[in-house]
């Protein structure tokens, strides 16, 4: 029965059984008891009568408990063959209705035993004492199984709150190894278009200048080769970090660029044919914060890539100012381009290089000039 705390669905029914095997027998004893009290009339039949039915109110009591204890209080006025009954049904609603309606339906239990000791006394206990043992194991029943209850409601919660914060653990892992693997590929588009954009720009010379001399086109050709082999390299990073549970710590576990890599940034536009003006005043970089640096760098480089796509052949201005407790500015600017991108833009870059600045806590600034062309600045914080 519910009522009385089945350990298994699967046994209920063993227990359903045991429990009014249990009650009918303690009845069939209490029966026989009263039988032989020689100072008490006999009313056999109805006491076997009501020891019938009460046992029989045990399967009520599994799915109403209210009314079927209600109904065992009335019948053990009557007779102390529902006492049986009545009593383990105190036990059942204490483990199963709320604490409240436990009590109320408790109390009138206990009336109705006082109400039986005073119509059917047992012959050598006072009234007295039976009032007390009436209320003492009714007592005991009720406050055994509300402790029950809520221990068991203890452990519910307790298994319930561990169960949320495991899937709160699993939820917070998996969106910081999705925000990780976002960074990484935001840092494998800057990568990549940096890359393929000094490709491109190293091919259109090859198309544009057919006539230059072997020794060029053989320079040229090598250069072409080495970017294919550190595109295809990158992008073997990208797929390696979509498919590893484990996120590395840079682009395909390198190590991340620098302040001190600008420079090494421009020379290597420069040597793809671009005409940058560098112009390099920033106090003391070696303390600029590493996480700054980084952002910088992916500054210049963005700038750099898309001067080559959309005004190839034109030259570009990168200039750097800062101090720490000043912050650091850059910007870079480069006249319109009278052709075509030599490569299509996918329209992301700068959408993802202002996140990027922002979450740096700087600002990024981007715009065409009324000349036509176009100027990319950004501020970012440098603390003394």
Same mark, same amino acid.
């Given at each position: ?11 209920? +029914? ?9 009650v009918g027998v303690l009845t069939g004893l209490t029966i026989v008891g009263r039988l032989s009290d020689a100072g ?52 059942? $609603?204490?483990?199963?209705? =709320?604490?409240?309606?436990? $009590?109320? $339906? ?12 005073? +119509? ?6 006072? !009234?007295? +004492? ?13 406050? +055994? ?56 720009? !190293?091919?259109?010379?090859?198309? !544009? ?41 840079? =682009? ?28 390099d005043q920033v106090v003391d970089p070696t303390s600029l914060p590493p996480a700054t640096g980084r952002t910088a !760098? ?31 500015? $850059? ?54």
């Open positions: 029965m519910e009522n009385l705390g089945c350990p298994a669905e699967g046994r209920r +029914w063993v227990w359903d059984v045991g429990v009014v095997v249990v008490q009339p006999r009313r056999v039949l109805l006491d076997v009568s009501v020891g019938v039915i009460s046992t029989g109110l045990m399967v009520v009591v599994g799915r109403r408990p209210v009314v079927g204890a209600l109904g065992l209080a009335a019948l053990v006025v009557v007779s102390p063959a529902a006492t049986p009954a009545s009593t383990a049904t105190t036990m059942g $609603i204490a483990l199963q209705l =709320p604490q409240r309606t436990a $009590i109320a $339906i408790t109390a009138v239990q206990v009336a109705a035993h006082l109400a039986q000791g005073a +119509w059917r006394p047992i012959g050598n206990l006072p !009234y007295l +004492w039976f009032a007390v043992l009436a209320v003492a194991v009714h007592a005991a029943m009720l406050g +055994w199984g509300l402790w029950t209850q809520a221990r068991r409601q203890l452990v519910e919660s307790l298994l319930e709150r561990a169960r949320r914060a495991e899937a709160e653990q699993g939820r917070r892992v998996a969106e910081a190894r999705t925000l990780e693997r976002t960074k990484m590929a935001r840092e494998m588009h800057d990568v990549l278009a940096h890359r393929l954009s000094l490709l491109a720009t !190293y091919a259109g010379a090859l198309e !544009y200048r057919p006539d230059s001399s072997p020794e060029k086109l053989a320079r040229a050709a090598g250069v072409i080769r080495v970017g294919v082999h550190q595109a295809l390299d990158e992008l073997r990073a990208v797929i390696s970090v979509l498919r590893d549970d484990e996120v590395p710590e840079g =682009p395909g576990g390198r190590p991340q660029p620098t302040y001190q890599d600008v420079e090494s940034l421009v020379a290597e536009s420069r040597a793809a044919g671009t005409t940058v003006a560098y112009d !760098y992916r500054v210049v480089q963005e700038g750099l890539t898309n001067a080559r796509k959309h005004a190839a052949g034109h030259p570009v201005t990168v200039s750097l100012t800062g101090a720490p407790g000043a912050g650091l500015r $850059i910007r870079l600017t480069n006249p319109a381009s009278n052709g075509v991108p030599i490569a299509p833009g996918s329209g992301t870059g700068l959408v993802g290089l202002t996140e990027r600045v922002q979450l740096a806590g700087g600002t990024l600034d981007h715009e065409r000039e009324p000349g036509g062309g176009f100027r990319l600045e950004a501020s970012l914080p440098w603390p003394a």
